[in-house]
């Protein structure tokens, strides 16, 4: 086993961490759609597992990617996920959406923040991304999305 040492490293070479870690933040982000999703016939997670099975199963799949960042060494992505870990108790445990929505978008917050320190050029394409989804949801629909808060 090797000890965690490698503070700031990002290491390509293990998708095992990043499947679990985003495959998590996806079923989190299917709850707050989920009586919309249900509505319209779509079988998501949330619409399959309910609120509570999916925040489950994102513990799951986070705490997954806990073991395999501290399997491979890499400080700041146990931390990462540990966080994100935190939130998702705290979802199950307060069952608010603003809560779930926060265990929803940390994830995304860090590893993009992260991402963006190893890839700087990363941070401009999200920053144009970001842009470009606002513009298109207002003229389009009327409604500022995405929001970050």
């Known amino acids: 086993q090797m000890p965690i040492h490698r503070v700031c490293e990002l290491n390509w070479s293990n998708p095992l961490y990043f499947t679990l870690t985003v495959g998590a933040t996806y079923i989190l982000t299917t709850i707050p759609d989920r009586l919309g999703d249900k509505a319209t016939g779509k079988r998501t997670l949330a619409v399959v597992l309910g609120p509570t099975g999916a925040l489950l199963a994102a513990l799951l799949l986070m705490a997954a990617s806990v073991f395999v960042a501290y399997q491979s060494g890499f400080a700041a992505l146990v931390y990462l996920s540990g966080f994100a870990l935190f939130t998702i108790l705290a979802a199950l445990l307060i069952r608010t959406s603003a809560v779930v929505l926060l265990a929803a978008k940390m994830p995304l917050l860090a590893l993009t923040i992260f991402a963006?320190?190893?890839?700087?050029?990363?941070?401009?394409?999200?920053?144009?991304?970001?842009?470009?989804?606002?513009?298109?949801?207002?003229?389009?629909?009327?409604?500022?999305?995405?929001?970050?808060?």
């Open 116 to 149: 963006g320190y190893h890839y700087p050029g990363y941070f401009l394409f999200i920053v144009a991304l970001l842009i470009g989804t606002r513009i298109y949801y207002r003229q389009r629909f009327g409604v500022v999305y995405p929001r970050l808060a």
